[in-house]
């Protein structure tokens, strides 16, 4: 974890971080107890009691108010519940500490007035370029004990920088601890229905009228605990979660980021002159099309700036080539508008990479999207391009594409489109190991491993062998071998051959036992000792792939 920057001063968190009470317009909800029978199941020491969500509508956007009321039953809770933390990001939030009070032995100690907001930031993915500038507000509670129940609201005013028009809300109608109430209610203008979509759940909303507005209202008394199994696909629903949103078309979400998608027709010279010098060596769209996704690919190094607006709109492609940086928007952006310089239709596509097989199972919302690529379009064939990727191999023909579940281009029909997922014809790893037997006692008895990666598993490697130095790598390997085989010894560098168009690596190693039959211990068992020795040089004995190989250093896929 790395952070960017530390404490904030506190003229400039009091612009975004206040303190007062709640608004006129949000409901008190009576706190339940306890199910004395889920005692055993609570988890860290903490046991939750009300956790109630409030929305309303604003004409900037609109306001999110949360309690949450807990009861901390032994030591180990205390750690986990005697801080808050508030996390927001001050481009587009205004929060607001509405209440913090401790309940001991049914007296209702109010706690706010002492309350002091340590601000800092935390990039929690700086490691990998990502650079999202949310804020931190740490509120530390005195004077906690044992047996406590912590009260506390806090209220977001919430104003969108993008689709402020649009509106989504997800929330679990199960949870893995036991919970008193689960309460979620929706304000929102009558005249604008809101789009519901349960997930995994029956459990639909009352629906009142207040003034000209609608009241959606869902609350789960006491639901039972779900245990979530680890590596359940995506689409499978592991607990139950109901969608709202303002809108049931995923148009509505096109109309939203569309304007900032268009293809750039500029850019800086030297670029260009790049652009230009594909065209003129590659007159098959398909090829231009792969050497425009490498340029991008290798020549921008990635950094997401996800800061404020930059968190949907991408930077102008002249600028991301004058960094030499961009994130997967920039990238795209700038890959789409290569490849219409060069006469190759393409446009950009939103994605998610760790939901994408599950979009079409929820409600539209610009949230839903993590990851941006390109679709291009050549002839009647579609290609799925991800900009972000690294030192990718192959060719129009066998080039891996990117499988995320869905995407929905930006200017496409206004509907999520399937991404094909290859089936795999045959391994993209194969290790042979061709063994030399001395021809005499006391010789050689020589190792030589062809390891071939195709595909996926070929650019894997040729990132690996890019961020690691060739010894380490023959290191790696000779220390896998010594396992097996004590005594064995490197008898060459190690050989790499790359085919990139072809998407194929090859490493040869070489290694050697200096004695054979190797010294055999006397707490050995002569069973395990080779009868005799050969007695002349055999044909090289090729031996099937090693599963137990797939755990080597810098090797990846199925073997």
Same mark, same amino acid.
């Given at each position: 974890m790395a952070v960017l920057a530390g404490l904030i001063l506190p003229a400039d968190a009091d612009e975004v971080v206040r303190k007062g009470p709640e608004a006129a317009w949000i409901r008190s909800v009576d706190v339940p107890a306890a199910?004395?029978?889920?005692?055993?199941?609570?988890?860290?020491?903490?046991?939750w009691l009300l956790a109630d969500e409030q929305i309303i509508h604003r004409d900037y956007g609109y306001d999110d108010y949360s309690r949450t009321v807990y009861r901390i039953v032994d030591r180990p809770g205390l750690e986990r519940g005697a801080s808050i933390?508030?996390?927001f990001d001050p481009s587009k939030h205004k929060v607001t500490l509405n209440h913090l009070r401790i309940i001991r032995d049914g007296v209702v100690l109010d706690r706010l007035d002492d309350v002091k907001f340590d601000i800092f930031r935390q990039e929690k993915e700086a490691e990998k370029g990502v650079y999202d500038g949310w804020l931190t507000a740490h509120v530390n509670i005195d004077e906690v004990r044992v047996g406590d129940i912590v009260d506390y609201g806090e209220t977001y005013e919430i104003t969108p920088h993008v689709g402020k028009g649009l509106f989504f809300y997800s929330f679990s109608t199960e949870w893995e601890d036991p919970v008193g109430l689960i309460r979620t209610s929706i304000t929102w203008p009558?005249?604008?229905?809101?789009?519901?979509?349960p997930r995994g759940t029956e459990i639909k909303p009352t629906i009142s009228a207040s003034g000209t507005d609608s009241v959606y209202l869902w609350e789960i008394a006491n639901p039972k605990p779900v245990k979530v199994e680890e590596n359940v696909p995506t689409e499978f629903p592991a607990w139950g979660s109901i969608d709202i949103s303002s809108t049931a078309s995923w148009q509505?979400?096109?109309?939203?980021?569309?304007?900032?998608?268009?293809?750039?027709?500029?850019?800086?010279?030297?670029?260009?002159?790049?652009?230009?010098?594909?065209?003129?060596r590659h007159p098959l769209p398909e090829d231009r099309m792969i050497q425009a996704m490498r340029l991008v690919q290798d020549e921008i190094r990635y950094v997401s700036l996800s800061m404020g607006s930059g968190?949907?709109?991408?930077?102008?492609?002249?600028?991301?080539?004058q960094s030499g940086f961009g994130d997967c928007k920039d990238k795209a952006l700038l890959l789409t508008s290569a490849l219409a310089r060069l006469g190759v239709s393409a446009q950009v596509a939103l994605a998610d990479l760790d939901h994408g097989r599950?979009?079409?199972?929820?409600?539209?919302?610009?949230?839903n999207f993590d990851h941006a690529i390109v679709k291009a379009t050549i002839g009647t064939k579609a290609y799925w391009l991800d900009a972000t990727n690294y030192l990718q191999g192959g060719d129009a023909s066998n080039f891996p594409q990117p499988d995320y579940g869905f995407a929905l281009p930006v200017f496409g029909s206004g509907e999520l489109e399937k991404m094909p997922s290859p089936e795999p014809k045959s391994p993209t790893i194969k290790v042979a190991e061709e063994f030399f037997f001395p021809d005499k006692p006391g010789g050689q008895l020589t190792l030589s491993v062809l390891s071939t990666h195709e595909g996926a598993d070929a650019d894997y490697m040729r990132s690996k062998?890019?961020?690691?130095?060739?010894?380490?790598?023959?290191?790696?390997?000779?220390?896998?071998y010594s396992k097996r085989y004590p005594g064995i010894e490197s008898a060459a560098k190690l050989e790499i051959f790359d085919n990139r168009d072809g998407d194929i690596i090859n490493i040869r190693e070489s290694y050697r036992l200096k004695r054979w039959p190797p #010294?055999?211990? /006397? @707490?050995?068992?002569?069973?395990?000792?080779?009868?005799?020795?050969? #007695?002349?040089? /055999? @044909?090289p004995r090729w031996i099937a792939p090693d599963p137990s190989r797939l755990g080597r250093p810098f090797t990846a896929g199925t073997a």
């Open positions: 199910d004395p029978a889920r005692a055993d199941q609570i988890k860290n020491g903490i046991s933390d508030l996390q009558a005249s604008q229905p809101l789009a519901i979509k509505s979400v096109i109309d939203a980021v569309q304007p900032y998608y268009k293809p750039a027709i500029a850019f800086p010279p030297a670029f260009a002159a790049k652009l230009d010098e594909i065209a003129a968190s949907y709109i991408p930077r102008d492609p002249a600028t991301v080539v599950a979009l079409d199972q929820h409600l539209p919302a610009l949230r062998l890019a961020s690691r130095s060739v010894s380490e790598l023959s290191d790696a390997y000779l220390q896998y #010294t055999i211990s /006397p @707490r050995t068992s002569r069973s395990k000792r080779p009868t005799s020795a050969p #007695t002349c040089r /055999p @044909r």
